[in-house]
């Protein structure tokens, strides 16, 4: 009996409640939510048969056994469904199959919708009482949303569909599948009953959705972005989508920030908003102690239905010589669930230090400081932005320094920032511009003055990594036996798909070479992330739903405990840390990958994030916070350079992952692809150490995103430049095929040669992955302390089926050369082949594939034989050219094998497979 116990069962209620408490109402007239008993409905849209369970890329790779969509949740809950309607998109959908695209950042956004006419909406109407309407978008990695019909905007057909539907039925309801939030102006235009974000739920979304269309739980999910009237209206849009750089201009006014402070007028459906099928009363009571406000509210249920209530704090600090927004988000907390009629208190405790704001001129006299400028500070307490009142406030006579820090990250690029001042006309504030400060530090002086001291090489003392995990040798003893070679090779992560790890995952790293092994230093395992385990052989896990849907619940102990679950699946699949949370700021709706993050709200963002990795830790796996800081664009996300105030990193950007390291104690930290105020983060010494580890305590692993540019500054990024990633003290370039050889041919060894990086900076990089590994389930498993399944798995859900393809037996003598045709390479398809092997003897297979996709494309493709995975191959973008990867197997006694493959993600072209014997193989 293993010491933990993963129950899947457990798994999958708890995927399906916070799926469930994730829905936002945003409008429910007359009631029409929850779908009365006996009510026939009509369903329309075909999102009905083509669920989205997340996003796409990266993060949207996990292998599920199952998915469940809305339609089949709504019948499995005896829903009277007019299934003469199903049937017509039945026949349509099956005529007009979902389109995956060509693969990695290719699958269209949205789907085209069915044409519907007149007469069958007419119809429909006649024979049901109301009408569901499910709209879907999907958006992931390389490509970000647009401003056009089937991205952000409806489609056309998606609007006739609206517009018909809304015509002949007198209560519909618009269900909305989607990873982030869409374009609203067509509720204005045909004002359906109620609309509903189910966003992305997972494998147990559609059940999720289906209990809160019904009723058997009451919404109580709160918008975790604000949804303005125009994409335009945002005012990041301005400065967004651009290909060499972005300038965050609208600093520290991101949505509500801005909104509720100079734009209200703008706003559809403030943040934190959603409404319930019940009313809540709330009742404040404010205390002002020395360094903290006290409030207590009382929340009643003055319904008809059970439910929850999310109560938000917010504060709003004194407009002084710096700029603030009329809100922010300084704590919030849900009840349980409450009884008509029945009361919860709710207890907060907000530091005054935490409403504090940082002033990066040094217009308040305290440049590079937290300050608490002079004025009354307000406190609201509400369930959402707009509606919070007032709570109560105090008064700081005189400004406060709250932390003092040293300029970091400031631009080198001169730009304007919005700063509200008073208008002109009316009361109030509007938007002025001043400009922002500009770096004055010399960041190579710095770093000169802050090199660690060098361990000296003492050669073999016969010092395991063991010792200094139990204790009877110190890591520094250690380190003086690695050669400088040792550490080069330590500092490069293998992957994708490395043969050291948990098969089809995304890196291996720590000890990479046999020699590290020897060493004691076990190989760490990392798969993505974030919203289930992603093993590009086929192997399945539990698909949770996406960040923005885990943190539209609000509800932190619920998202603890669904993440304690992935940890569980984690350590019994052998991998120590989830690349995930995601947790960059939602800075504009456009971003492709905002349904792996969770807010545009770093305090909510900060939060959730903590609560995860709690969760994780609980099994003694963890996640990875990614991708530090501001990667907040997808289109040439490895070039661009956004441009940001030190202030806005520090009050936005960078606060979630303040949050998440301090309160959920993270250890593993990725950077990004792209370049901060003109340093890539993959060797950025003021974000990765001087912010991270020497202000906020961080003491881990600071991984690059795969395949990240890294440069010196005023040099553009390179590939292979490690040198400066370990000055800059990121631990790991992810990734390399084989870190022996270099074959990634990075610059360490020649940068310590050139003094570019000293040796003390290169065993800082490798204490931080030793230290790290000391954390993780690797190390005792290593060292053989725990049983092969220290994680017993009960209530195994049931297992799904893939389509195969099996060709019949064919004889591979010296040379066999497969027919793949019909092989269908769509993301999740397998194909089987049946060989019959003339000799016993090693054999080798040669595969060309090919695919046109963008070079970070991430395309696995793995090969069994028998039931043994012999190799994953991931290619990127080839740009068309075939590539040929052969390798060998067998030998095998029995001359019947079967050689399958798994197609993790669509748009790879197969060319041909050649098996040979080993000799015969051509070079
Ligand atoms: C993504 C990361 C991910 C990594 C490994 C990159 O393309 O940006 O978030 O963890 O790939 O799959």
Redesign the pocket.
Known sequence: MGKFTLDMKKYAALGRAVSAESAVLLKNDHQVLPVKKGRRVSIFGRIQFNYYNSGT???GMVNTTYVTGILDALKAADVDIDWELTEVYKKWVHEHPFDQGRGWGQEPWSQPEMPISDEIVEAASRRSDMAIVIIGRTAG??QDNKEEGGSYLLSDLEEQMLGKVCRYFKRTAVVLNVGNIIDMSWVGKYNPQSVLYVWQGGMEGGNGAADVLTGKVNPSGKLTDTIAGRIRDYPSTANFGGEKEAVYAEDIYVGYRYFETVAKDRVLYPFGFGLSYTRFSAATRFEEEKDRILLSVEVTNIGQYAGKEVIQIYAAAPQGRLGKPSRSLAAFDKTGLLQPGESQKLEFSVKKKELASYDDSGCTGYKACYVLEAGRYELYAGSDVRSAVPAGGFEVAETIVTERWQEVLAPVRPFDRLKPVPADTAVGLEMGEEAVPLRTINLQERIKANRPAEIPYKGNLGIRLEQVYDGSASLEAFISQLTEEDMACMVRGE??CSPKVTPGT??AFGGVTHRLQELGIPVGC?A??PSGI?MDCGTHAFSLPIGTAVAATFNIPLVEELFEMLGLELRKSHIDTL??P?MNIHRNPLNG?NF?YFSEDPHLSGKMAAAQLRGMHRSGTTG?I??FAA?NQEFK?NDIDSIVSERALREIYMKGFEIAIKEGAAFLV?S??GALNGLWTAGSYDLLTTVLRNEWGFDGIVMT???AKINDEGEQGRLDNTAAMIRGQNDVY??VNDSLSNSGGDNTLEGLAAGVITRGELQRAAANILKALMRLPVMERFLGRLSQDDVTVTGQLEAGQNEALLSSFSEVGEKLILDVSAVNTDRGSEALFGLELSEQAEYTIAIKVRAVSFE?A?LPLSIFINQHLIKVITINGSKGEWITNSFDFGPYKNKHAYMRLFFGQSGMELGEIKISLKDAAEQ
């Open positions: 890329g990266s993060g990695e390389d992957g994708m995304a890196a990392c993505d992330g992603r690349l995930g995601g990958r792996e990875t990614k991708h990667n996300r990725m990004t692809y995103d795969w395949w992810m990734v970070l991430q």
